[in-house]
Structure formats: C-alpha cells, structure tokens
C-alpha cells in the first residue's frame, strides 16, 4: 500500500496555483459563455481589434469543425492536463489523500479504473492525473478517461475534455481504445448517480445494480478491473433538484437536472472537507473470457446485424461470468467504504446501499 498526501498550501504562490488550478477545474461549463464575451469584446461591437468579417469567418470556422472534426470518436488528443502539475494543485486545493492498495500496477498490463461514487461534478477525476498523484502510485501507466457524448459539441467544454484525455463514452469508441491497448476510467454510475448526491443524508447510495457495461467492456478485452471510491465529494457542494418534469425532460438527452451551488458565483468546493480516494487492488479477469450459451450468441450476432449491419467482433461473454466480476468489483467497493469511511471523516453510522437506476429513490427520479 502506497499513499500521496496533497495538503492546502498556504504560501502566497501555492495558493494562487491551487486556487486557480482548481477553479480551472471547476470552470468549464462557463467556457461557452466567455467564448462568446471574447469575440464579441474583441469585434467592431467591443474593441473593434478584429473586423466584423473575421469575427464572423472565425465563429463559422469554429462550428464547422465542431460538426466535422471528431477526435473524441478516434484517438482523442495528447492529455497536457492529465500529467502535469495541473492535477496536483487541484488535489492541494482539496487537501486530498490517494492511497493505492497493494503492490504498483504492471505497465505492461491493461486496466479498466472504475471510480464510485460519481458526485454532482466529478471531482474525484482529479485522482487520475498529477505528476506526484498520479505518476507516482501509478507509474508507466496512463489512461483515457470515457466522457458523454455531448460534452464534445458544446464549446470550451468540448476542448478542456480532450486535454483531459477524454473520448466518447459510447461502447464502440471505448472498444476500439482499448484494442489499441489504451487504460480506461470510467464512473459506471453516470448522470443517475449524480442525482443521488445529497450530503444531508448517512447513506450514500451507488447505482451499481444494474449497471454491469464497464465489466462486460474490461472482460471482453482483457483488463484487469481496478476499482476506487471517493471519499467527501458529497459534501463540496450544494445541490439543487430541478423540477420533476424538466429533469425527466434532460434525462432523455443524457443531461442531469441536478444543479450545483459551490463557493461564490463558482463552482468550487467548499472548504474544511479533505477528499480522500482510495483505489483498491486489481479485479483480475480470465483471459481467454467464459462465452455465453450457443442460443445468447445467436441472439447477439442477430442483434448486431440488425442494428449495426456487420458481422461479431468477439464472442459474447458469459452473462454469469460477468455478474460474477461485477460482484466482486462491488465487494471491493464496499469494503473501501467500509474500512476506510472513518478515516476520512465519516461517521460509523454512514452506509452505502447499491441501487439500480430503474429503481432510483424519490430524490433522483
């Protein structure tokens, strides 16, 4: 077992970088916005540095590629955020701990890091990168982070998540990663975890039942599963509910209708919580995999030519090869939870329940 420290730094030059590497972090979503203000402030309607003919060229230029050009369903873009001193000031703004269970991860293995619980921003990204986070519980190994789809249409955000390393989080792009031997990270729970954040409450609820696709993903291509959770996300910031019939309205888009409020007009976590990760030790899969029955493989190359019109790529797994991998993931997690929840502030009455996504509580629905 192995464990990086990140405390608060209280110098003048180590607060500024925490504090600006994180709201950096925290930030994206307002990228859209201040993208506009930017060419609006240097167009003949502001400083006028730029004529209105350029101004215009420039914005067309820039949807047209954002309609064209899609390195987020190929091999994405070098990740400068991801291994740089970036990730570690981040972490120093949450006065985080990662600890890595276990003796260090073999380079010239293939991982699939699955990371619970989601939060309502996804702070505990911030785990995966850092040249003294990262880099050294995790050496010679580096990963591609899956991200929903529309994140890459929308500007600014759609850059910060391909310097973060992310690709489309849809099952071929994830497939055709990681035959190219690439890592992968993913939150399993996805938006209908999100909605479950709520740190008034001793229970923190993981949408983990019925959610087995990163298994049947990480068997299929040979990765050893490392599962990790995220300790005090749930208390960084405020949330907000939307009203029921606009967030099931977003849920049909992908979107979540769970808002946040963190410090001032930001999106910034509150202080006094240190965030704790822990990653446990390595899920190891069977190379070659179980297959399923002769009548499920029929129905999955009937599936495909149905809806994709191309013949299997691989034989489908075992469905009971893959509740049992999903299973022994999901005792890892709760026994993280378990051992370390006091550790990092929580109370011996807090509990972790798994839950389905079809069968959410009232607050998430």
Sequence with gaps: TEEVRHP????????????????????????????????????????NLFGGRACLATAVAYLLQLIFYKPHLGRGWWRPLLYS?????????????????GPKLDPNGQYMFAMYPHGVYG?????????????????????????????????GVREFSLAAGCLDAGRDTLSRA???????????????????????????????????????????????IVPGFCFGEKWIHRTVQLPPVIRKFLRRFRMSGTLLKGRGPTFLGFLGVPLGFVWGEPIRVKKPYPVAPASVQAAYVDEKAKHRGDAKQHMPVDPAYVDEVHAHVEAAVRDIFDRYKERFGYSPEETLTMVAAAKKTKKGQ
């Design 85 to 101: 001193s970036f990730g570690d000031y981040a972490a120093h703004y949450y006065d985080s701990t990662c600890v890595r269970e």
């Design 123 to 155: 702070v505990c990204r911030v785990f995966t990168s850092g040249l003294r986070l990262w880099c050294k519980l995790f050496p010679g190994i580096t990963l591609r982070w899956g991200s929903f789809g529309a994140a890459f249409m929308v500007p």
């Design 8 to 47: 608060r730094l209280t110098s003048p030059l180590g607060n500024a970088l925490q504090v600006s590497c994180a709201l950096l972090f925290a930030s994206y979503f307002f990228f859209p916005p201040a993208m506009c203000l930017l060419l609006a402030a240097v167009s003949p309607l502001g400083l």
């Design 178 to 224: 990681a035959k190219r031997g690439e890592n992968i990270a993913l939150l399993p729970g996805g938006i209908d975890e999100m909605s479950l954040t709520d740190g008034t409450s001793t229970d923190t609820k993981l949408v983990m039942v019925d959610r087995k696709g990163y298994a049947r993903l990480a068997i299929e291509n040979g990765m050893d």
